[in-house]
């Protein structure tokens, strides 16, 4: 078997102005930057996918330790 999967932003009418934002994927980089104004802001990254797509996108991140809810919040927590 091979699944073959295809990953579609949801349309968001507004985000949440923040000081931190965690990024759990690549695609959502991509509708987040959309979205918001980078200019100023902390970016965490929940793995190296991300973080490269965050920076292709002229957006530098932090990127956590582990993927667990844990890690991101001492990542985050860490900043503040």
């Known amino acids: ?30 509708a987040l930057l959309r979205k918001i ?15 490269e797509q965050l920076s292709s996108l002229g957006v530098s991140s932090i990127i956590s330790w582990n993927t667990s809810e844990l890690a991101l919040a001492e990542t985050v927590c860490s900043l503040i």
């Open 1 to 30: 078997d091979l699944i073959i999967y295809d990953t579609i932003p949801a349309i968001v009418e507004t985000i949440p102005d923040s000081d931190i934002y965690v990024v759990t994927s690549p695609t959502n980089a991509i």
């Open 37 to 51: 104004n980078a200019k100023g802001k902390i970016f965490v990254s929940i793995g190296k996918s991300t973080h």
